[in-house]
């Protein structure tokens, strides 16, 4: 009971969930000046996220890579590296995947896990090059990872177009059945939604996150050269080669949310004219979460939940798309801004620590 | 002159910041033409209210008084309108600039629509002869030294007709030579008729500078006296607010085998000048050999250099006979070298970090703190537990982060963890800057009880007091090599002095004192 009332008496709960609230409501006014009725519009995003199986499994499958590339950000975050290549990582970490999965025969206890593998090296990999060019030759990462995105896309629609396509269409052959890992029996259980075994990896993943960053050396390594290269130095610490190895290890989690999508969802690839986001929104994830292994978990559903369920609004309450994208980016908005929230939360706190002291 | 006019009156100033008051009802007076010194240790909050003043905060409570008039001093501008000027301790100057330019910058002379530079010339000229600054206008700041560039500050608050000017930590930066020089110059402001506060923390230019005195203890005014009926012992005992000795006890003792050994150690610094020209000394076990120099010649390099966290382009360092030139910071720190760094926030912790991860940061490699990999984090706190203890750093918990400490504690907990290492050889780089009088007792009490115990000590320091009360040797640097070695117990000020400032034959006179 008293760790309960811990829980919710801090400030670290009570206030993303004024965000989001608030976050609500100026969406709500957004679309009380476009004529929209907001408590219809908000129903149907909650029927839209829980009003059948289907609809649940289909929004934790849009959660899923949302986690991965949540984690992939917050980690590099945490050793001092803004990684804003998470995009190019994920689409390097699909095409791994696809060429594994299409070109290889292999039992299935061989191929799944090798397709897995090579995605996620495939975007450590890439993630790595960034880190590579930051620690031999001071490239700034932000810049290069931006642009190993647009290089990661268009390789990758090249290799598709080129060696993996399927006859007279813009996408490749299908990834061989023995690479799927699609979960078949929770796909029944869930109306056909697309489970699939990615959203257990993505858990285990986050476990992962905060046993190498809090419980190793090598995480404390890593730590200690994001908060402060110096003092790592003076530890006796090889700073650029934890940039590189950093770099690289968040590329491995960007990479697994792309192989995923390839293998748990659709079984192909395609040519992609833009890119999918899913690397920018594991940024707002990253942001959401304050780079912490369970706030990425919360940050993605929260995300990932809108995501989805914001079809339902345009759908049930006929709001454009536009003017959810302006709910979801309020929402964002209050939750990012921490110091505004707590300043509109200032007088409420202040007045129940008085009353506290008076009881007292 | 009426010497009895006040120029500045402050009157109850308090200024709270979260969980602090820094200053608690100050009151304080400066009389016109005098030089009134600003008396206190790290964070009393001579600064809070030097910057109250300058307009740089806001008080919460209390009146300020400029010349008989009661103002509000909203910004600097302000500050700088009523005559007011602040040397501050960080110069704030464009290199590539001349003198003039600087000193006119946002206030220039113009002639149509061009800025009148011969006039800037000749105006700043002109103050400073008046002032017996010797300062050349058309000289670029770049290429003067740091005792010409702070005279190119005070003649900026002068030219924008300051009245009262407040020089913060003046002498920090400065040669024994250029310090003489500037209790000079501060003498001609005030012999004009200008109003001097100078804050600072150090007695002996207080009683050498000013005519009075007001000393600051935790945001509050303890005591306001002439220097006439002062000493250095009182003013000492009413800023740290106890009895304090300045005698560190050190008893002689013969020292003993090598332990380090650096020859001709060379660096390659910016711009193809070499930060190290060939340095040659030694350290042995039982003695504390002391480097002197002004900031900025090379002494930082040297301990990057033998630390390895620079490489070197030329010459050796070796440990007890063990090579150790161009090795990793690690390998180093494991062959037996303690390094207490310069810049303790940038080097010395991870703030970060909490206070017992800190104390792990040059050994959680070792197996004691884990063996599989992960960190054994009882191991940890088992350590930060007994060094916090020990070494008394005062702290609400070994899980607090290391910003949360003060500066001494910080200072403290660094010590305490390169001593757990014991190491062979410590070096300790400017090992109490910022800190308070008592924290600086219990620094050179610990070097001190090293040395005793046998160790090899390289003390680092800009501060001449520091460096003789422990030093047993002094080497003197001077850009990048050594100018030569004098015996801390028969040293000569002056000497030390002219070697600091690069002069080549102080340093080749063989000294026949002592």
């Known amino acids: ?360 | 002159m009426d010497r009895s006019l006040a120029a500045v009156q402050l009157k109850g100033i308090t200024k709270r910041f979260p969980g602090l008051v820094a200053n608690d009802s100050i009151n304080f007076e400066l009389k016109k033409g005098e030089i009134h010194a600003l008396l206190g240790e790290n964070g009393a909050g001579k600064s809070t209210l030097m910057n109250i003043l300058f307009g740089l905060y806001q008080p919460d409570e209390g009146e300020i008084w400029v010349n008989g008039e009661k103002t509000v001093i909203e910004g600097a501008a302000k500050a700088i309108e009523l005559g007011i000027g602040m040397v501050h301790q960080h110069f704030k100057l464009v290199q590539p600039f001349t003198v003039a330019e600087n000193i006119v910058l946002g206030n220039e002379p113009v002639k149509g629509l061009k800025i009148d530079y011969k006039l800037a010339n000749e105006k700043v000229r002109s103050i400073s002869e008046r002032y017996g600054l010797k300062v050349d206008p058309q000289i670029r700041i770049k290429d003067i030294t740091v005792g010409m560039q702070q005279r190119v500050e005070i003649l900026k608050t002068l030219y924008r007709g300051a009245e009262i000017v407040i020089f913060d930590e003046p002498t920090a930066v400065l040669t024994v030579q250029e310090i003489e020089e500037l209790i000079e110059i501060i003498r001609n402001l005030a012999a004009e008729g200008k109003s001097i506060i100078i804050i600072t923390h150090k007695l002996k230019e207080v009683m050498a500078l000013a005519d009075t005195v007001t000393v600051i203890r935790r945001g509050k005014v303890v005591k306001t006296v002439t220097t006439d009926e002062t000493s250095e012992q009182q003013l000492a005992e009413l800023m740290v607010g106890r009895d304090v000795s300045f005698q560190v006890e050190k008893t002689k003792r013969e020292p003993g085998e090598v332990v380090l050994s650096v020859d001709a150690l060379q660096m390659k610094g910016e711009q193809g000048k070499n930060a190290l020209n060939g340095v040659t000394f030694n350290v042995r076990a039982g003695e504390i050999v002391g480097i002197a120099g002004v900031d900025g010649n090379g002494q930082s390099e040297l301990i990057y250099g033998i630390t390895g966290m620079r490489s070197v382009s030329g010459g050796s360092v070796k440990l007890n006979g063990q090579d150790l030139t161009n090795r990793t910071p690690r390998e180093v720190s494991v062959a037996g070298v303690g390094h207490i760094p310069e810049d303790r926030h940038k080097h010395g912790l991870v703030l970060d970090f909490t206070l017992s991860e800190n104390m792990i940061l040059g050994s959680y490699f070792e197996p004691e703190f884990g063996r599989s990999g992960l960190i054994d984090y009882k191991a940890m706190d088992r350590l930060a537990v007994k060094l916090v203890d020990e070494f008394d750093v005062r702290t609400s918990g070994i899980h607090t982060n290391a910003r949360a400490l003060s500066g001494g504690n910080q200072q403290k907990a660094i010590i305490a963890r390169e001593l757990h290492k014991e190491p062979d050889l410590l070096i300790a780089v400017q090992p109490t800057r910022g800190l308070d009088i008592g924290a600086i007792e219990y620094v050179h009490k610990r070097l001190v009880q090293a040395r005793n115990e046998g160790k090899a000590i390289l003390l680092v320091s800009f501060e001449l007091d520091e460096l003789y009360a422990l030093s047993d040797r002094i080497a003197v640097m001077y850009e990048g090599r050594l100018m030569g070695e004098v015996d801390a117990e028969n040293r000569d000020d002056q000497q030390l002095g002219l070697m600091m400032a690069g002069n080549k034959s102080a340093a080749a006179v063989p000294r026949e004192r002592g």
């Open chain 1, 1 to 360: 009971m008293k760790t309960l009332n811990k829980v919710f008496n801090k400030s670290s709960i009570l206030v993303p969930g004024v965000a989001i609230l608030l976050g609500l409501i100026v969406g709500a006014i957004a679309m009380l000046a476009g004529g929209y009725n907001p408590i219809v519009a908000y129903y149907s995003l909650l029927d839209k996220l829980f009003s059948s199986p289907y609809n649940i499994g289909e929004a934790i499958r849009a959660i899923t890579p949302l986690i991965f590339t949540g984690i992939a950000v917050a980690f590099a975050f945490r050793t001092g590296l803004f990684n804003i290549g998470v995009e190019g990582q994920f689409i390097m970490g699909m095409t791994g995947a696809t060429l594994v999965g299409v070109t290889l025969d292999l039992p299935w206890y061989i191929h799944a896990p090798l397709a897995v593998i090579t995605g996620a090296v495939f975007g450590g990999v890439w993630a790595a090059i960034a880190g590579f060019l930051k620690a031999t030759r001071g490239v700034n990462e932000v810049i290069s990872s931006i642009m190993l995105n647009w290089i990661a896309l268009f390789l990758s629609n090249y290799i598709v177009a080129t060696f993996l396509v399927e006859k007279g269409q813009q996408k490749s052959r299908p990834v061989h059945e023995s690479a799927l890992l699609t979960i078949d029996w929770l796909i029944e259980l869930m109306d056909k939604a697309r489970m699939h075994w990615g959203t257990f990896i993505a858990i285990i993943c986050i476990v992962v996150f905060y046993v190498l960053l809090w419980r190793t050396k090598q995480g404390y390594e890593l730590r200690a050269v994001g908060h402060n290269p110096d003092a790592a130095l003076y530890a006796g610490m090889n700073v650029n080669r934890t940039i590189v190895k950093s770099m690289f290890i968040s590329g491995l989690f960007a990479g697994l949310g792309g192989v995923f999508e390839i293998l748990g969802v659709f079984g192909y690839q395609t040519v992609m004219a833009a890119s999918w986001g899913y690397g920018f929104d594991g940024i707002a994830v990253a942001l959401l979460g304050g780079n912490t292994p369970v706030g990425v978990l919360l940050g993605a559903i929260l995300f990932g939940g809108l995501n989805y369920g914001s079809t339902g609004m345009s759908f049930g309450a006929g709001v454009p798309s536009e003017v959810v994208r302006i709910v979801i980016g309020s929402v964002i908005f209050f939750v990012a801004s921490h110091g505004l929230v707590k300043w509109f939360l200032k007088p409420f706190l202040n007045k129940r620590a008085s009353k506290r002291k008076e009881a007292v």
